[in-house]
C-alpha cells in the first residue's frame, strides 16, 4: 500500500548533471526521512543523502558540494540534484523512506526500486 518511485536516472559524461526525483505514495500518515542510497556492482550499498521532515540534509564526504538533496513535503517528493558527476558516481540510485503508517506513530521503512544513473568519461 506504500511505494516509492525513482525517476530522473541516466547516462551523462563526466562534468554532466542529473536530478533524480523519488515520489512517495500510498497509505501513510507521513513521512519522517528520506534518503538516498546507491550501490554499484561489487559494492555495498552506501548513504548518500539524508533528508529529515524538517528540511535538514546529510551527505556522504564523496558528494559534498556536488550533489543538493531537497524535499517537497506537500509533494511527498525528495530530489537529488547530482552535477559535476564522476565514474565514480555510477551506480544505481535506490530511494529509502521511513514513514509513520498508524495513529499510534509506528513506522515503517520502504526501499524504491532503483534507478540506474551510469557516468562515462
Known amino acids: 500500500q506504500v511505494q516509492l518511485v525513482e525517476s530522473g536516472g541516466g547516462a551523462v559524461q563526466t562534468g554532466g548533471s542529473l536530478r533524480l526525483s523519488c515520489a512517495a505514495s500510498?497509505?501513510?500518515?507521513?513521512?519522517?526521512?528520506m534518503s538516498w542510497y546507491r550501490q554499484a556492482p561489487g559494492k555495498q550499498r552506501e548513504l548518500v543523502a539524508i533528508?529529515?521532515?524538517?528540511?535538514?540534509?546529510i551527505y556522504v564526504d564523496s558528494v559534498k558540494g556536488r550533489f543538493t538533496a531537497s524535499r517537497d513535503n506537500a509533494k511527498n517528493t525528495v530530489y537529488l540534484e547530482m552535477n559535476s558527476l564522476k565514474p565514480e558516481d555510477t551506480a544505481t540510485y535506490y530511494c529509502?523512506?521511513?514513514?509513520?503508517?498508524?495513529?499510534?506513530?509506528?513506522?515503517?521503512?520502504?526501499w524504491g526500486q532503483g534507478t540506474q544513473v551510469t557516468v562515462s568519461s
Open positions: 500510498g497509505n501513510f500518515f507521513s513521512i519522517n526521512t
Open positions: 529509502y523512506a521511513l514513514m509513520v503508517v498508524s495513529a499510534t506513530d509506528a513506522m515503517r521503512a520502504y
Open positions: 533528508s529529515s521532515s524538517g528540511g535538514r540534509t
